[in-house]
């Protein structure tokens, strides 16, 4: 008996140990001859497939950088958090342009009382189009409303008297979107509102950049200024808030802003056209903040008018790029790789860099809008 014991005792420590190294080993193998690719258009392709086929089965986005013991992690559901995924998913399924998958029911979104539901209502309202007025997308942006009050909106009920810049790429864009089809003003107001409050409380007054958030009250920065993707976030709002809005005062408000916004994270851009992590501490490129960013030039190239051409070849230009640099940190499955891994608090920041649906999501879009943009 005590020798059976022992022999399971043995077989549970090398499951737990083989669960722990066999990601590492996969990780190195997965990495061989990566970014080499013949064309832009068979890199494309590839990344068009990595993208159905992680939306079709979402990887598991680990919220903590231990790589130990992650297989009791797993069975005991502390992994990957359910929202987390949920929103990743949500980018994933806008890229391509897909239904939602019926298991995505209202009741399951609306557990999630952060601004993060804001990135699967932008998907299901540019597949949908026009909401029902008794919809579940119209309970949601009443909420938004009812939340906001006179103010602004915070990430999650929990830290209300704090304002993060993902929440700007989260929930603006769809607000516009969302007012542009309703004819209500007051979505578009509130969207307006958020972001103004962010560039007027948020940005470093030298260097241009956004701040991961701040306080409500007093505008106390939280986290670093210039972290990669929070700087894709900023310029990403900016830039699909445009894109959504339909009244002409606030597509030129929105457009001043995007140019500005633009011209600043061009300084940090690397010689070899990505952004990294940290702008102000790095210069290694970041395949997140790399493909956000560039897809925020790209969307940007489309809205400008025809007498800004100039900065609409720039925009172009740096967007190529950015996607130049992605493909060279695309693996041969087509996926993206090198992107930070989720932040774990605000100024806690990862320091995992692997394959992140984010990244996959608008690395394909980039690839998309600019297969369409006439060279």
């Not at 709002?237 to 030129?252: K, Q, Y």
Request: net charge neutral.
């Amino acid at each position: 008996m005590a020798v059976f014991a022992s022999l399971l005792l043995n077989a549970a420590l090398a499951a737990l140990l083989l669960a722990d190294a066999a990601p590492v080993f996969l990780h190195w193998i997965r990495r061989i001859h990566i970014g080499r690719w013949s064309s832009a258009e068979a890199w494309q392709e590839k990344v068009f497939r990595q993208t159905l086929l992680q939306w079709k089965r979402l990887p598991a986005i680990p919220i903590s950088d231990q790589n130990h013991l992650t297989l009791l992690k797993r069975l005991c559901g502390q992994y990957s958090s359910p929202a987390l995924q949920f929103w990743h998913g949500a980018a994933l399924q806008a890229s391509l342009g897909l239904p939602p998958r019926q298991k995505e029911c209202p009741e399951k979104i609306a557990a999630f009382s952060s601004v993060s539901a804001g990135v699967y209502a932008n998907a299901r309202l540019l597949f949908d189009g026009p909401p029902d007025e008794n919809g579940w997308l119209s309970v949601f942006a009443q909420s938004l409303l009812n939340r906001a009050g006179a103010g602004t909106l915070p990430y999650a009920e929990n830290i209300c008297d704090l304002r993060l810049v993902d929440s700007l790429w989260m929930v603006c864009p769809f607000l516009f979107r969302y007012a542009a089809h309703s004819g209500d003003a007051r979505y578009a107001a509130l969207s307006k509102r958020q972001l103004a409050e962010y560039l007027a409380r948020g940005i470093h007054p030298e260097t241009g950049l956004p701040v991961h958030s701040f306080a409500e009250a007093n505008a106390a920065p939280l986290g670093v200024y210039g972290w990669g993707r929070g700087c894709g976030f900023l310029l990403l709002a900016l830039s699909e808030s445009l894109e959504a809005a339909g009244d002409p005062a606030d597509r030129a408000w929105l457009r001043e802003r995007a140019i500005e916004a633009a011209q600043t994270m061009l300084r940090y851009q690397t010689e070899g056209g990505g952004w990294s992590h940290l702008f102000l501490a790095s210069n290694r490129p970041e395949s997140s903040a790399t493909a956000l960013l560039g897809t925020a030039l790209a969307i940007l190239v489309q809205e400008l008018p025809e007498e800004q051409h100039e900065s609409a070849a720039l925009f172009l230009q740096r967007a190529k790029a950015a996607r130049d640099c992605l493909m060279r940190m695309t693996r041969r499955s087509g996926a993206v790789d090198f992107a930070q891994g989720d932040t774990h608090g605000i100024g806690q920041y990862s320091t995992r860099f692997e394959p992140l649906p984010l990244a996959q999501a608008y690395t394909h879009r980039l690839a998309q809008i600019l297969g369409k943009i006439a060279i």
